[in-house]
């Protein structure tokens, strides 16, 4: 069984977060299309999580690997607007 590293941003649930998925919702339990915005909000997934949004940001994060050291950097300049939290995980 392998591990592996992940780096994913995260956008915390404030009153945006909390009105988009209210929208979300609405727009699912009637049949109605999910408007683009909010869809591009919740990055094209169902917002299931309510602690926030996880957020891809694979274009920000680069290996690194220096005199027997080897990880992660990320570009804080390349993330999202409204990102608050970097969070790091392996998983099996």
């Known amino acids: 069984m392998g591990m592996s590293t992940h780096v ?8 945006k977060f909390k009105e988009m998925k209210k929208i979300w919702e609405m727009c699912d339990s009637n049949d109605i299309v ?8 919740f990055d094209g997934e169902w917002p299931k999580n309510m602690e926030g949004v996880e957020i891809n940001i694979n274009e920000a994060v680069s290996e690194y690997n220096f005199n027997c050291q080897q990880g992660f950097q990320v570009d804080l300049s390349k993330l999202p607007k409204g990102v608050r939290t970097i969070r790091v995980y392996n998983s099996y």
Do not use: K, Q, S
């Open 34 to 41: 999910i408007p683009d915005e909010v869809d591009a909000y």
């Open 8 to 15: 994913v941003a995260f956008r915390e649930a404030d009153l």
